[in-house]
């Protein structure tokens, strides 16, 4: 099936460390979107890449997509304990099935 | 209001039971989706919502699941003849158009004893 895997799984960080998480499409991707969930919230839409090699920075937060549209990134830079959640790469609805990768949680050791 | 909303917010049925979930989207958004997420787990896909009809059926688990949205605003997803491997979170989601930022309500979690 048409999977959507992210690594690692689990990260724990003391605060202040850098964080990243990598998610990669078995098929390629029209454009890709990355969502945070807080224990116990809903996810909440960060941010959409569209073009092959693009870079978004948000504050602390880079995200990355691939030359191939296959795999992405986020990382975070000198993470707060606010950080903490659980980050989704999405392959977005529309023409194409929604697919939510498996997620990278986060945990902020202060 | 203008976010997405759910009812109810918890749910505790017997299994065997049918029940009920309802999801508001944000007024003018023509697309709406489905999910259901396990304790700890990632989002499993359900149902995409275009307008009124549901191009996208291919995540129901089971003839036990359905999925209705009238007058391209309120849905309702409907599982029948519960099971305790139904216990889960189950969250709505609207977007102006399919592919778009996706908006999520609160979710309905669903207790099967």
């Known amino acids: 099936g048409q999977q959507v895997m992210q690594i690692p799984q689990y990260q724990h960080v003391q605060e202040g460390e850098d964080f990243t998480t990598y998610c990669n499409s078995s098929?390629?991707?029209?454009?890709i979107q990355w969502y945070k969930q807080r224990p116990g919230g809903h996810p909440v839409f960060l941010i959409q890449?569209?073009?092959?090699?693009e870079v978004k920075k948000q504050k602390r937060l880079t995200f990355q997509f691939g030359e191939a549209k296959k795999n992405s990134s986020l990382h975070i830079t000198a993470t707060q304990t606010t950080d903490v959640g659980t980050y989704f790469c999405?392959?977005?609805?529309?023409?194409?099935?929604?697919?939510f990768g498996t997620g990278t949680k986060l945990q902020v050791i202060p | 209001g203008a976010g997405v909303s759910q009812s109810p917010s918890n749910k505790v049925t017997e299994k065997g039971k049918d029940v009920e979930l309802r999801c508001d989207p944000i007024s003018g958004h023509t697309a709406l989706y489905w999910y259901r997420q396990s304790l700890g787990q990632g989002l499993e896909f359900l149902i995409y919502f275009q307008g009124n009809s549901a191009p996208d059926k291919s995540g129901l688990p089971s003839d036990r699941f359905s999925a209705e949205r009238t007058g391209g605003s309120v849905s309702t997803l409907t599982i029948q003849r519960t099971q305790q491997e139904d216990s889960a979170v189950y969250l709505c989601a609207s977007s102006s158009a399919g592919g778009h930022e996706q908006f999520f309500g609160p979710g309905t979690r669903l207790t099967v004893l």
């Open positions: 890449l569209v073009k092959s090699g």
């Open positions: 098929t390629t991707l029209s454009n």
């Open positions: 999405v392959r977005p609805g529309g023409y194409q099935k929604v697919t």
